[in-house]
């Protein structure tokens, strides 16, 4: 069986792909989820959406939540976040309800067990320690 061209679909991962490998190692998505909690009508679960978010500040574009969805064409959407997921599953009425959530939920808090979680994860030795959500 033969392959043409047109049959042939690009998607860009670039460095994003190495992000979305590190929030997956650190179990990132599942903290999330476990903290705000899922519905079984969600298409993206809020720590996918999280994902996203950390995938698109760090996608070097800088752009209205409006808009976040049109970073995510081109890019190998389903390989970063999930099977099924697409673009316009990122719209800002789902970005915002997650927004509302983490805050709701204690941004402070939810950064702490994060970044305790992914120090022991990745056996990062602490003999003190400093957290500073502020920068």
Known sequence: MSVSASQIKVQDIDHLGIVAGII???????????????HPQEIISAGKVVKAMI??????????????EKFFEGIATEHLLGEGIQPEHLNDDRLGRVLDKLYDA???????????????????KMDSLHLDSSS
């Open 24 to 38: 997956d190692e650190m179990g990132l998505v599942e903290q999330i989820n476990q903290l705000l909690g899922t």
């Open 55 to 68: 995938i698109n500040g760090l996608g070097f574009i800088s752009a209205p939540l409006y808009l976040f």
């Open 106 to 124: 204690g941004l402070t808090e939810i950064f702490i067990r994060v970044a305790l979680s992914a120090a022991g994860r990745f056996g990062v």
